[in-house]
């Protein structure tokens, strides 16, 4: 182990005492962030363009706002370049600077960067001067340190219950760790205690609730009693909803009791939903009612988690009873649709006749449907009957709906990477594979941006012969590619580069990747009267705060739309229960945009609560016009996906919100 890296891990473990700072740059000392001030909006017109040159200059001001900003602004651009200047803003007199300067380093994911990290690490600091930069370099450790370092994070025991900051900083350094798969036995044992411990700060037992569920390969078995105690006690609901998927993990006759006891006393949808996930970890048998009584739930989110797992952990014996279950009238539609799907995928190859029944059921519903949303899964339940392709590609290419055709293609797209379809189509299974392959391009001939982009990663599978069977289709794909407009079908282009890198057996593209190409109208915040707008929805208002101290360009982007009318109508075209609601696609199917695209504003919030809005991604610098509101702390999205908002007032017409529910207009206070 070479100087360095003792060095840095004396620094990790180290007790925190009193430090003495640098040389004074100014005599001030406090960060005043105003999106109004002119230098505020030059510093981030400049992180807008990625005008690096233009930020260094920053970086020596006498203003540690304007400092602060700065750093804040490589945190968005996630160049290595710029590591070099970051690096002597570790060292700065302001602590929020040199927490900025962390934030920008860690974004970039450079393992270059730990030893700096560890070096700026003030050892002895009990009057808490640096408590937020040393909190922000741990957390950007466990972004881009090599594991040697978890161990010595991970066993560090000196932070008491009130050093707050620092325990989130351990524990987010942790989180981050585990998110690029790097794990330890140690690392996993510290977040089981900052878990289970009363006396730990609330916000610091939401990392380590998240970490036990969310990151896979790791063991804690030996925690059962005292996880168990802490899901049954645990009075935050954010909390308590991960802790009961990490108990799902632990396959236990005691955590099966526990969660049952909790589905049964819990008033809250989002625990019930992640209960109903994590029960997909025990015997069938054993946990089939609870699951089949969820399905008569009055909350369409819990009818549906509970109809998905019938789905996904169904069995042939049962499958009989998922289609007599999802007759039921009372039964939610979505969730009634997802029990034929389920009777579609488990029934067993003799039962002919129920199985044709079920189909001609599924397919006079369809015709029967008025919601796209609804048609659109209705084809994805008939697509669990494989040769149901000809009628789920004759009424998506028939629709005129956008939803529509682009679900028929995903219906297909699911038939061609079913593991099981050489199995399923026996010796029809080649020209069932050719006749996907003409489906898929002729969507690619269509030229529309979801169809192509569905199709192209469908021509993808090696389990199919595409490639073989349509390797004289290249110059299509060529010709397809030229035609597609950017950068408002980036996503589109950069699935169907990759298609025909692979038919010419070419490495992967990295990617086109915008340029800028929308600047910040900075006169639209001036018509504000307040930093309120309110999303007026079929199921209630939701009133939002704007953040253009965090991020200008996307409020003002949300505002100039909000007030041209652009979201008028505009679909809720993803809800995913217990994550995000999203809307504000043109197409109303998600593939949607204008013809510019907005920059990625990357900050240190993190998504730790629900009511957060955000803005959605195809990768960074690829934002336009769909955003999204959390409906429970999703911190794996953490800087990848823009904050721009945070609602105030209306979270449980968030919580209502389906696929389909529409926003009437967006108001604001001017």
């Known amino acids: 182990m070479n100087n360095r890296l003792i060095i840095g891990i004396l620094a990790l473990v180290c007790t925190i005492s009193a430090c003495v700072p640098p040389g004074q740059k100014t005599q001030l000392k406090e960060i005043s962030v105003d999106y109004k001030d002119p230098v505020f909006q030059q510093i981030h017109n400049f992180q807008d363009q990625a005008m690096i040159d233009s930020l260094y200059t920053y970086f020596q001001d006498p203003n540690p706002t304007y400092r602060y900003l700065a750093a804040l602004a490589f945190g968005s651009i996630r160049d290595s370049v710029a590591l070099d200047s970051l690096y002597t803003l570790l060292a700065d007199d302001i602590d929020q600077v040199r927490a900025a300067a962390a934030f920008a380093i860690g974004q970039t994911g450079a393992v270059s960067a730990e030893a700096h990290l560890v070096d700026a690490f003030v050892q002895t600091d009990t009057a808490g001067q640096y408590a937020r930069a040393n909190a922000a370099i741990l ?108 108990l799902g993990k632990l396959k236990t006759d005691r955590a099966l009791a526990a969660l049952e006891q909790i589905f049964a006393q819990d008033g809250d949808f989002r625990v019930k939903c992640n209960i109903l996930r994590a029960l997909s970890n025990f015997e069938y048998a054993r946990v089939k009612e609870l699951v089949k009584s969820a399905l008569k739930s009055s909350n369409p989110h819990v009818s549906l988690g509970a109809a998905r797992f019938f789905l996904e952990n169904g069995t042939p014996e049962d499958a009989t009873d998922y289609w007599a279950w999802g007759r039921t009238d009372s039964m939610a539609f979505p969730a009634k649709l997802t029990m034929y799907a389920a009777a579609n995928r488990h029934l067993p190859v003799h039962f002919v006749d129920q199985r044709n029944t079920v189909n001609f059921e599924l397919r006079n519903m369809y015709k029967n449907i008025v919601s796209p949303y609804d048609k659109a899964t209705a084809l994805k339940s008939l697509a669990e009957f494989g040769w149901n392709l000809n009628f789920i590609q004759r009424e998506g290419a028939a629709s005129p709906d956008q939803v529509v055709r682009t679900a ?8 061609s990477d079913d593991p099981g379809f050489d199995a399923f189509f026996k010796s029809s299974s080649r020209s069932i594979q050719r006749q996907l392959g003409v489906f898929f391009m002729q969507a690619i001939r269509s030229g529309d941006a979801g169809s192509v982009s569905i199709a192209a990663n469908a021509l993808r599978n090696p389990a199919r012969e595409y490639r073989k069977n349509l390797a004289d289709s290249v110059k299509v794909l060529e010709k397809a590619l030229q035609k597609l407009a950017m950068p408002k079908e980036v996503e589109t282009y950069n699935d169907l580069e990759k298609t025909i890198a692979y038919f010419n057996r070419l490495p992967e593209p990295v990617g086109q990747k915008p340029g800028y190409n929308h600047p910040i109208k900075w006169d639209i915040l001036t018509t504000l009267k307040t930093l309120k707008a309110t999303i007026a929805t079929n199921k209630g208002d939701i009133q939002i705060e704007l953040l253009p101290d965090v991020a200008p360009g996307s409020v003002i982007n949300f505002v100039e739309l909000g007030k041209t009318n652009f979201y008028n109508d505009k679909a809720f075209h993803r809800v995913v229960a217990n994550f995000v609601i999203q809307g504000g696609c043109p197409r109303g199917d998600g593939y949607g945009s204008l013809d510019y695209t907005i920059r990625s504003e990357l900050s240190p919030m993190h998504y730790d609560k629900e009511g957060l809005v955000g803005m959605a991604s195809a990768g960074n610098h690829t934002e336009g016009t769909q955003f999204f509101i959390t409906q429970s702390p999703a911190p794996h999205l953490d800087g990848n996906y823009t904050i721009f908002a945070r609602v105030i007032n209306g979270q449980e017409a968030v919580n209502r919100i389906m696929p389909g529910d529409r926003i009437s207009k967006i108001t604001f206070d001017e």
Not at 228 to 238: L, S
Not at 408 to 415: F, N, R
């Open 139 to 246: 957390e950007a450790v466990g972004k881009c340190a090599s594991p040697d370092y978890l161990k010595l994070l991970a066993t560090t025991k000196t932070y008491r219950p009130t050093d707050t900051l620092l325990l989130q900083g351990q524990a987010w350094g942790i989180y981050r760790f585990g998110l690029r798969k790097i794990t330890g036995e140690e690392a996993t044992a510290r977040m089981v205690e900052l878990t289970t411990s009363p006396a730990v700060p609330e916000s610091v037992r939401l990392i380590g609730a998240n970490y036990l569920y969310r990151i896979g390969n790791i063991q804690f078995q030996e925690a059962e009693g005292n996880l168990i105690q802490a899901a049954m006690n645990e009075k935050a609901e954010n909390i308590r909803m991960s802790l009961c998927l990490a």
């Open 408 to 415: 028929s293609i995903e219906a297909l797209a699911g038939i």
